[in-house]
């Protein structure tokens, strides 16, 4: 009883500060793992930590001064040499499953990966890393507020969670059947579903399944990106690459449509503006 009471009455600032620093574990405690290179996850979920990080601090900075080194272009620098690298394992994988590819496209592609892990070992051993995971950690033991971050947290959650789903319902996404708007979308998606998932213990299972429902869009959508790099990744496109590429975009064209629908529908963006205006 005690423990839903501290929880019912819990600041904005406090809850902020929990979230920082679940993330903060998140992705600093794969580091050895990532440097030691004998398992693909590890990095996987190092990427993730950090971009749960970005979305907390994009979602809190209103109520939350954090220090100058956990900075927006610190941790998208980090993002994007973990990406890098993590981009390849995923294409290595998916290649290395086909028959007839030219073993010779897979050791370029390996060449490359190593380049950019060396640069990724370069950044985690570097002073901006440490810096941002050393002064994150000191922030969640003596944090800095903003006004707002005594608020307390249960009232401001439709205040929070509303004008995220206003962002993804006016995306122009949801008028496109293809295109580099798609990849936007996918985007905004995925960025919207962190930032609901830091409140999903605060709602009922409504948002569970809409959490759920965002991240199978972030995958579907992210198909089409992941083929726009194979193929220019591997070039001339063989008979078994090309096969499963044809598989693939005839099962997003079947899947899109509805979804599309679905998300334009007034109704539908009515009840999740319902949900989200009801925490429990």
């Not at 070992?121 to 971050?149: C, I, M």
């Not at 205040?159 to 996918?186: K, N, Q, V």
Request: aromatic share 8%.
């Amino acid at each position: 009883m005690t423990a839903r009471r501290n929880k019912a009455k819990e600041s904005l600032g406090e809850f902020a500060r929990r979230v920082v620093r679940r993330n903060l574990r998140h992705f600093s405690q794969e580091e050895k793992a990532v440097l030691r290179d004998k398992d693909p996850e590890p990095l996987h979920q190092m990427r993730v930590g950090m971009r749960r990080m970005r979305a907390a601090i994009e979602t809190f900075g209103f109520a939350i001064r954090l220090p100058n080194e956990a900075n927006d272009q610190a941790i998208s620098k980090i993002s994007r040499r973990l990406g890098e690298v993590r981009d390849l394992d995923v294409l290595l994988a998916k290649l290395g499953q086909l028959e007839g590819l030219d073993p010779q496209i897979l050791r370029t592609l390996a060449a490359r990966r190593e380049e950019h892990f060396e640069g990724l070992r370069q950044t985690l051993r570097g002073r901006r890393y440490t810096d941002l995971t050393n002064s994150l950690g000191a922030w969640t033991k003596r944090p800095v507020f903003r006004t707002a971050a005594e608020l307390p947290l249960r009232p401001a959650l439709p205040d929070l969670l509303l004008p995220l789903g206003c962002r993804l319902f006016l995306h122009a996404g949801w008028e496109a059947e293809s295109g580099e708007i798609l990849h936007d979308l996918r985007k905004r998606v995925k960025a919207i579903r962190y930032q609901t998932e830091f409140f999903a213990d605060h709602y009922g299972p409504e948002l569970t399944a809409w959490i759920g429902d965002l991240k199978t869009m972030q995958d579907e959508l992210g198909g089409l990106q992941d083929r726009v790099v194979l193929r220019e990744a591997v070039g001339e496109v063989g008979p078994s690459l090309a096969k499963l590429l044809r598989a693939e975009e005839k099962a997003f064209a079947a899947w899109w449509p509805p979804v599309r629908e679905r998300y334009r529908d007034p109704a539908f963006r009515q009840s999740v503006r319902e949900m989200l205006a009801r925490p429990r």
